[in-house]
């Protein structure tokens, strides 16, 4: 039987989050966080260590239930769809993915279709043709045939977000995708996430990067929502100092204009050697 033809990738899906509380044992980690991520946008979420970011990212990829609001996919609460439908709309990359079973690369890209597919249904041609073009696009096509865990951190990252990305989300959710990765690949990443066209949500901890990739951007401090809007809008110097406690000068990307950050180590956060 031939190959089903390939189908349009699903349309990104506009992501809300409405009122979110998270509360673990009698602590609130998140409050009241109203943010939206527009559909086909790249939305980045930033913030001090402990802000709730990572927090905010479980609810939306179902690993967390909120103690109160709700996470939207265009309108629809995402807690109300079914497990199944879920999976197919959210794929997260997340910080907290280690495996102790020596898959081969390619196996573990290829277990990114398996919400698509039916019981023990074979990847057909399609499926091998996204995973093979997900592993270009991350560079780790000529790493295919390795077990995972002989694999760098670097390129074992590389891996999982090609996982994400052949999943074909209508969002994209990913927990400081850049960790691990060389500065060649951070940049190759957030380049491949702008052009998937795909709903993104990300947190990350470099600024520039931040201010270069993301559309809008959300700033947390202690599980609170303190600025929303452009990087050139939040990437204040009054912002910086007020929410990371580092004072630092803001200039113009010459090519770009995005805001970029520059520090001075002769002038390090108060309270720090």
Do not use: W
Not at 206 to 220: H, K, M, P, W
Not at 256 to 272: N, V
């Amino acid at each position: 039987m031939a190959d089903s033809p390939p189908r349009p990738a699903p349309a990104p899906a506009r992501l809300r989050l409405d009122g979110l509380h998270v509360a673990i044992d009698g602590r609130s980690l998140v409050r009241d966080l109203s943010l939206e991520a527009g559909a086909g946008r790249v939305t980045g979420l930033v913030g001090p260590n402990g802000s709730g970011k990572s927090t905010a990212l479980r609810c939306v990829y179902r690993a967390l239930a909120p103690t109160r609001g709700a996470v939207r996919l265009d309108d629809r609460d995402l807690l109300a769809l079914p497990r199944r439908e879920s999976a197919r709309s959210v794929a997260a990359l997340t910080q907290e993915n280690g495996s102790e079973l020596d898959f081969t690369a390619r196996e573990i890209v290829a277990l990114g279709r398996t919400p698509h597919l039916r019981g023990n249904q074979a990847p057909g041609a399609r499926e091998r043709e996204l995973c093979r073009r997900a592993m270009a696009d991350l560079d780790v096509l000529h790493l295919a045939d390795r077990g995972v865990l002989t694999l760098s951190g670097g390129e074992r990252q590389r891996v999982l977000a090609a996982r994400a990305l052949v999943q074909e989300p209508a969002v994209l959710v990913l927990d400081e995708p850049t960790n691990h990765l060389d500065i060649r690949h951070q940049i190759r990443l957030l380049s491949l996430l702008r052009r998937t066209g795909t709903t993104v949500l990300v947190v990350l901890h470099d600024l520039n990067l931040a201010a270069a990739a993301c559309d809008r951007i959300g700033v947390l401090a202690d599980g609170t929502l303190v600025a929303a809007g452009t990087p050139r809008e939040v990437l204040t110097p009054e912002l910086v100092r007020d929410v990371f406690g580092v004072d630092a000068t803001v200039v113009p990307h010459p090519l770009t204009g995005d805001p970029q950050l520059l520090y001075s180590l002769e002038h390090p956060p108060e309270g720090r050697p």
